[in-house]
């Protein structure tokens, strides 16, 4: 059963949440994970995909869209399917994507905004009630 890692950033900055997908998605490719990071919609997709390439300035995360290239180690989507990728999956959208299951880890980053927080409420309740093993970690800077 998947491990589902909740990170509650503390800042109501909807920008907090792509820029620490950032750094989890750097770290993870480091250590030799493939990494799908689900997007909400194109808009956000589109921020992350500049983000990656700009968030740290010695460094950047190789990377692409889900859509054209499916081996990528790490790739950005929206649709309703993640390809061979097993290892990580950043959910950034506001639903459990269909194809949850198929990762050893997901990450949930969540900020103080209501909207966010109570989808988020919603995905953990999903997540309980199919019996992934949950852990939360509260942060207490960025």
Not at 36 to 62: I, M, N, S, T
Not at 88 to 107: M, S
Not at 114 to 127: K, L, M, T, V
Request: hydrophobic share 40%; proline share 3%; charged share 30%.
């Amino acid at each position: 059963m998947s491990k589902v890692d909740f990170y509650i950033l503390p800042t109501d900055a909807l920008s907090a949440r792509l820029d620490f997908a950032c750094k989890l998605c750097e770290k993870a490719w480091r250590l030799g994970h493939r990494v799908y990071l689900h997007c909400q919609d194109a808009a956000q997709r589109d921020e992350l995909d500049q983000r990656l390439w700009q968030f740290k300035g010695e460094a950047f995360v190789p990377h692409d869209h889900h859509e054209q290239h499916l081996d990528a180690s790490v790739a950005l989507g929206i649709g309703s399917d993640a390809g061979a990728h097993r290892d990580l999956l950043i959910n950034l959208g506001a639903d459990v994507p269909g194809f949850v299951g198929q990762f050893e880890r997901i990450a949930e980053i969540v900020v103080e905004d209501p909207s966010i927080r109570q989808a988020a409420r919603e995905r953990f309740r999903f997540y309980r009630e199919q019996g992934y093993a949950l852990q939360d970690h509260r942060l207490q800077r960025l």
